[in-house]
């Protein structure tokens, strides 16, 4: 009996602490869903996630213009360099010899040319000397036409005898035939000189263009055997090795701006209503947990990432299936974050963007 007697006296004892204690649980979930609504009626509403998203660089890939055997390798991997550092050389003694033989071309081009000119003063020369002939074979025409008449003259008045005239006749014959000679030399050397300005000259000077740009290409070629760095960045994918023989566009080694790092997130088409350049984002990286790193919206891809595919989808078929769409989006990284110099190409990223303040 005594033992019954204790149990409702303990019930009743300990009934009030439990409906204060589910009270305080229910004003507790109560109070944590007001305070996670109205956080994401403040701010989650607007926020756009995505974990398809990496860390990327303008990589630069170097590969010669030139064929030849690698005689100098000046880097290694994961080396620091400047822009205009020395990366390789390839065997530059084909291509010397070979901007040599473009030098000599050019020089024998040049002395034709002016072979050409040294041609046209001595025709400049000529014509004047056959035009100097004609006049003097006009005077000695004037001159034999003048005895003619006078021979004449003398005959009809008895005082020159026959003969005389014949002499004269002959005399201006020879005069009148000397013009036509010189006359005609003066056409020759005129025609031969427009042959020697235009045609020849022509001729000469396409020629001489031609062998300063074989000169230029040689040149060309002969610098190209040394590989520089045209931006600054590290070294990677280092493929070329001492003494290889590489082919012209052959793949030698990349060149990784570390400097100059973004992040491409991949956003569903239907998460782009409200996204805009200047943006902020927070990013944390599935490399260092808990380390988030803040950027902007810096711009969109002109097309989905289905447009550039190898082989993209083919739509106007029977068989079509729906599939949302992914935008590359490049969000650029504020600068002088805690993991610059810890930050490479191709980690993964969380990337969230603060839509707040958009249009609608």
Known sequence: MATTATVPEASESTSPLRRWLRIAVLLAVLTAAAIFGWRWWQVGRFIESTDNAY????????????GGEIVALKVRDNQTVAAGDLLLEIDRRDYAARVDSARAAVAEARAALAGNGQQRSQQDAAISEVRAQLVAARASERQTAQELERARTLLRDGVATRQRLDNAEAAHQNAVAGVARAAAAVQ??????????????ARLEAAVAAAEAQLNLAEIDLAATALRAPVAGTVGDLSARLGERVQPGQRLLSLVPLDQLYVEANFKETQLRAMQPGQPVELELDA???????????????????????????NATGNFTKIVQRVPVRIALEPGHALADRLRPGLSVQASVDTRGAAH
């Open 55 to 66: 860390v990327r660089a303008d990589i630069t890939v170097i590969s010669p213009r030139v």
């Open 188 to 201: 020759a050397a005129e025609r031969a000189l427009s042959t020697l300005s235009d045609s020849s000259r």
């Open 288 to 314: 260092f947990p808990g380390q988030p790193l803040h950027g902007r919206v810096d711009s969109f891809s002109p097309a989905s990432g289905a447009e550039w595919a190898l082989l993209p989808a083919q």
